[in-house]
């Protein structure tokens, strides 16, 4: 047993693993002099203080202390030891050592080969390293293996773990070749950490030039664009934009983040083009609020009577919305939403509501659109990224309260790219749109000032969310005196004006107009009645540039030459009346039409066979009337019961759904079981139930216009729509009997379908 206090003790964790060396030094825990023995304990780790035993590895190193200069010692090592047990005692460490053998496999031969291979490869990396040349005088003076591997041995990049493996390999020769590969490794590693520091100061340096390039370059071109403002850079263009465009301070902050991009990067970066598109869409924005403008509510009246004949009731809405505005002084009120066919006015309308405004006016079609980035934007980090359909209408109008016509809102639809109506919910939320956030802008914008105008041809396509933000005003179709008017005083001259007729060049009769209306058209609104002026006019072109006829006259007669297209057949009642057939009226999106309910038994067991392509309401309408016929009339049973049914409505290639044929269909019923025929010249609206009530329907005006059109002379409506009669025109009012009706035993007995008694029960 060896006490510890026999040796200096030189703790070190990275201690040469090559110990057969005179050059081997280390930090002593205590002074040391020459002839000292010293023992080199292997730690597991670094510690302060003195180690304990579990902190050593079993192996240690024995020497002696040669040369003592200030804290460094040089030591000659005489050999290994095994450490058999460690433990403190009085405060020291003791440990019991046993000499270690080794193998002395490694010829001198073999030890200078390796010398020369090792050093060669050694001065190799130091002549690329011209700030290394002191340590290359230095490795110059080595002279064998043993200085080679004492001096380099510090620097090797092994974990304790291998450098005590190698410390404890017990031949020479296993030892040398550990060594040498761990010493080509860490050469390797130091080669590639030099080229690497290299690389990276060769790029810093050159992004550090080109820095400087580019700093002198800015500031020459400052004082270029001085001497030629004109010819300024797009950076500066935008500098100047954005600090005059009024922007929020969350907007700012972004098109300024997004400038310096631009800056960095340069003309030649690959965002270039991306981020000026992004600058020039912010800084074309109106950011600023626009003044409240004085309304004058007369003159806006005179705009909107000058610009469209009739619409009594909607221009009154109008004028309600624009008489709050002038009140608050902002924009409030609800969104309108303009319902009716197409033609009768509801997106010009729109225009002229800018013009009584003296606003901008900005149209945004929405039919056909099913993505959500149409609305709200596409976001900046896809490519081909654009603003929404919203906001690209507001820099287009170039305002920040501009009158947008969000048109065909009922046309709009969803796939996976999201639903576009829930997006449209913001846009015309009061509530929510003063921060209206487009992604492709990213920063909020103020939509609160802008008056949005919604149109539809129908309501029953818009979700129930988006059309409770609006409010809904009916476009009813336009009689044809109307529709004269509206040709005389609007179509005709703005015709003539489109084909480049003078006023005295084309002269259409009133004639020809009223026919025009009534042969050539069948709408609720006047697109087609314009689109056969546009025909007319070019026709009257062609005569006169070819010098046939100077000025043209238009007659009735003549129409049918100039348009080359055949009157359209309108249906017409009856000429006779027969059991099971009932005239009836239908709404439809060009507007209203009569059809003809048609009823017919066949010897049979009981079977109803419906024809005419009838949607699911109307067939359950057709089933509560059967079953509503047959408890008025227990009497005829047996006729349901020994005979099929068939009930036909004509058209029949033409889609037909709703409920209020329901009393059309039970009157035709009654009239075929009674075998009492109904007059062609009465029609009939209505809802039924099976208590025999007839419900309200909508659509009245454009119905009761087809019946005076078609020749219909009564007309049985229920009660509960008599106040929808105030929007029906007074020439169609004067033209028909209009008779409410509560029950179907009303119209039974005003028909003629019940016996007297019945009627008087």
Not at 264 to 271: A, K, S, T, W
Request: hydrophobic letters at 40%.
């Amino acid at each position: 047993m060896i006490t510890i206090s026999t040796y200096n003790i030189l703790t070190l964790p990275d201690v040469s693993a090559y110990f057969e060396t005179d050059y081997l030094s280390g930090r002593a825990k205590r002074p040391v002099a020459v002839g000292d023995k010293v023992l080199f304990l292997l730690l597991k780790a670094e510690k302060e203080g003195e180690p304990a035993p579990e902190d050593l590895y079993p192996i240690a190193v024995q020497g002696v202390v040669k040369s003592v200069e200030g804290e460094r010692s040089l030591v000659h090592t005489t050999g290994r030891v095994d450490i058999g047990a460690a433990w403190q005692e009085n405060g020291g460490l003791r440990m019991e050592l046993r000499p270690r053998p080794e193998t002395d496999d490694l010829s001198a031969q073999e030890r200078g080969e390796r010398f020369d291979r090792m050093r060669a490869a050694l001065l190799d990396v130091l002549n690329g390293a011209p700030q290394l040349a002191p340590i290359r005088g230095y490795v110059m003076r080595w002279q064998n293996m043993n200085e080679l591997m004492a001096y380099s041995s510090a620097f090797l990049r092994l974990s304790p773990e291998e450098k005590f493996e190698i410390v404890a390999e017990d031949s020479a020769a296993k030892r040398a070749e550990r060594m040498e590969r761990a010493f080509y490794e860490s050469l390797a590693q130091f080669q590639v950490n030099r080229e690497a520091r290299e690389a990276q100061k060769e790029s810093n340096e050159q992004a550090y030039r080109e820095q400087a390039l580019r700093r002198q370059i800015g500031f020459l071109q400052e004082e270029l664009d001085k001497l030629h403002p004109e010819t300024a850079t797009d950076a500066q263009r935008f500098e100047q934009k954005i600090a005059e465009s009024g922007m929020n301070d969350e907007a700012r902050a972004e098109a300024e983040k997004v400038l310096n991009r631009m800056k960095q990067g340069g003309r030649e970066g690959h965002e270039y083009a991306m981020l000026c598109d992004y600058l020039e869409f912010v800084t074309g924005l109106v950011w600023k609020k626009e003044p409240p403008a004085k309304i004058d509510l007369a003159a806006a009246r005179a705009v909107l009577d000058e610009d469209h004949f009739g619409l009594k009731k909607v221009k009154m809405r109008i004028l309600q919305q624009i008489a709050v505005m002038a009140l608050n002084g902002r924009q409030s009120g609800s969104i309108l939403l303009f319902v009716g066919a197409p033609g009768t006015g509801k997106t010009s309308i729109g225009r002229s509501i800018a013009r009584a405004l003296g606003r901008k006016y900005v149209r945004i079609s929405l039919g056909g659109v099913r993505d959500e980035a149409e609305i709200r934007g596409h976001r900046r980090t896809y490519i081909g990224a654009m603003p929404g359909r919203i906001m690209e209408g507001i820099r287009r109008s170039g305002a920040s309260n501009p009158v947008v016509v969000l048109d065909e809102v009922d046309k709009l639809s969803r796939d996976y790219s999201g639903d576009p109506s829930s997006a449209l919910l913001e846009v015309l939320d009061p509530e929510q749109n003063s921060t209206f956030t487009d992604h492709y802008m990213n920063v909020p914008y103020d939509l609160s000032d802008v008056l949005f105008v919604c149109t539809a041809n129908t309501v029953d396509t818009i979700p129930e969310p988006l059309l409770n933000r609006m409010e809904v005003i009916s476009f009813p179709g336009y009689s044809e005196t109307e529709k004269f008017e509206i040709a005389k005083k609007h179509l005709l001259p703005q015709a003539r004006e489109k084909a480049g007729l003078a006023p005295e060049a084309l002269r259409v009769s009133d004639g020809a107009l009223h026919t025009l209306i009534s042969d050539f058209t069948m709408e609720a609104g006047v697109r087609g009645l314009k689109n056969r002026l546009d025909a007319v006019c070019r026709a009257a072109a062609v005569r006169i540039v070819s010098g046939e006829e100077q000025p043209v006259s238009v007659e009735a007669e003549d129409l049918r030459a100039l348009l080359d297209t055949p009157p359209i057949r309108h249906d017409r009642v009856l000429e006779a009346k027969k059991p099971g057939v009932v005239t009836g009226l239908a709404w439809t999106q060009a507007g209203g039409e009569i059809l003809f309910i048609e009823s017919l038994f066949t010897k049979g067991s009981g079977h109803t066979a419906i024809t005419g392509q009838l949607g699911d309401v109307m067939k359950e309408s057709v089933q509560i009337a059967v079953t509503l016929v047959k408890s008025m009339f227990p009497e005829k049973a047996d006729l349901f019961s020994q005979n099929d049914l068939h009930i036909h409505v004509p058209a029949g290639a033409v889609p037909k759904d709703g409920p209020s044929a329901g009393v059309t269909i039970a009157t035709a019923l009654a009239s075929l079981v009674t075998g009492r025929a109904v007059s062609p010249e009465v029609a009939m609206t209505g809802e039924i139930s099976l208590r025999g009530a007839v419900l309200p329907i909508g659509g009245l005006p454009e119905k009761l216009m087809a019946a005076q059109r078609a020749g219909v002379k009564r007309v049985f409506i229920p009660e509960e729509n008599v106040d929808d009669l105030a929007d029906v025109a007074e020439e169609v009012r004067s033209a028909l009997q209009i008779i409410p009706v509560h029950t179907v035993e009303e119209i039974f007995a005003q028909t003629g379908v019940l016996p007297s008694a019945s009627a008087a029960a």
